[in-house]
């Protein structure tokens, strides 16, 4: 009796998930219409304008770039913990992980196909885990680092409102950088079961605290890429674009951050809306027009990895069944 009664709660656990997901597409698409709405007449006035495609396609190089430095970045977290995994199987498991990013609500749905694989692999699930969250609290402080740099040099020319956000940026980078220390002296989570992870990443990270730095220091230059990109992808759409880079390095990481909230398509809808808030501050009119404009890269990079994961489907199943060190 109890097998039936297991079966129809998972049956009714999936389609309340299933219901969560439209609805969360449905809101997304809701915000996305609100914000081409909006935005009408720019958007007309950018497809009746000339289109410059060379400085698209070195938008999406530098995209591209950042990408792989991310995907480098979780391969010598993994390897920094004594797990030998090769790096052409690290890399396909992040280009699908970079996949179900878009597709999963929330940017770390990646992680949750990363882990799915990684965890039939006779890797201890602290292991799994502790790679998952250094990973992204690594690129949580290399993105506020980075807006807190450009916030700083900026400073004395910067209005209130982006004075404020420079401070937002920097307590957020201080709580980052502070909880990543408590994390690494074991302070936390040193008695809780509950916790078991962040020891885990205690433990694994603790004797390698030089590597953890040198791939912090790459996530800044992972958003970096991503943040010339937006730039140049914004120059190949905007021609009467009127602010530099430097503005663009005070706003775009806080963009990008609001693409980690729980919508599908990399929060597609909010993230316009946030752009066309924050870019007001530094005088940018089109602040929406340009986050559209950078997920056509996204979903550039999405499409070519669709297709790579589509051509290696039976090295992927065969990758799962594989045991490493």
């Known amino acids: 009796m109890t097998i039936p009664e ?5 049956s009714v656990k999936s389609k309340k998930s299933t219901a969560v997901n439209l609805g969360l597409f449905a809101l997304g698409m809701v915000l996305l219409g609100w914000s081409i709405y909006s935005n009408r007449t720019q958007l ?11 400085w698209m396609f070195q938008a999406f190089l530098l995209h591209l770039l ?31 992980g970079g996949l179900f990013n878009l597709i999963i609500p929330g940017a770390v749905g990646g992680d949750l196909v990363k882990a799915a694989y990684l965890s039939r ?16 609290l690594l690129g949580l402080l290399g993105l506020f680092l980075l807006a807190a740099f450009a916030g700083l040099s900026a400073w004395p020319t910067s209005d209130l409102p982006v004075r404020r956000l420079t401070i937002a940026v920097l307590i957020a980078t201080s709580t980052i950088i502070v909880f990543l220390a408590l994390i690494f002296s074991g302070i936390v989570g040193r008695k809780s079961v509950k916790l078991a992870e962040l020891n885990a990443m205690s433990a694994a ?22 943040t010339m990109a937006f730039y140049r992808m914004s120059l190949a759409i905007l021609p009467q674009l009127k602010i530099g880079l430097l503005q663009h390095f005070q706003i775009v ?16 809808g909010f993230s316009e809306n946030v752009s066309d808030q924050l870019f007001q501050n530094v005088g940018h009119p089109d602040g929406a027009i340009a986050m559209m404009g950078f ?3 996204q979903y550039a990079f999405a499409a070519i990895a669709a297709l790579i994961y589509w051509a290696n489907m039976k090295s992927m199943k065969t990758l799962t069944a594989q045991k490493w060190d």
């Not at 297991?6 to 998972?10: E, L, N, R, Y």
């Not at 990408?67 to 992040?94: C, E, H, K, N, T």
């Not at 390698?208 to 992972?222: N, Q």
């Open 6 to 10: 297991a079966s129809s709660a998972t």
């Open 121 to 136: 692999m006779d890797i201890p699930r602290t292991r799994v885990i502790a790679s998952m969250v250094i990973d992204r």
């Open 253 to 268: 990481p806080l963009v990008l951050f609001s693409t980690a909230v729980p919508l599908p398509l990399g929060a597609i």
């Open 66 to 96: 950042g990408v792989m430095i991310a995907f480098l970045r979780w391969f010598g977290l993994v390897r920094l913990q004594g797990i030998q995994i090769p790096l052409a199987d690290s890399l396909r498991l992040s280009i699908v």
């Open 44 to 54: 007309k006035r950018c497809l009746a304008g000339e289109l410059h495609y060379s």
């Open 295 to 297: 997920r056509l890269l």
């Open 205 to 226: 990270y603790r004797n390698h605290l030089t590597g953890v730095m040198a791939w912090t220091i790459a996530s800044v230059f992972v958003h970096v890429f991503n």
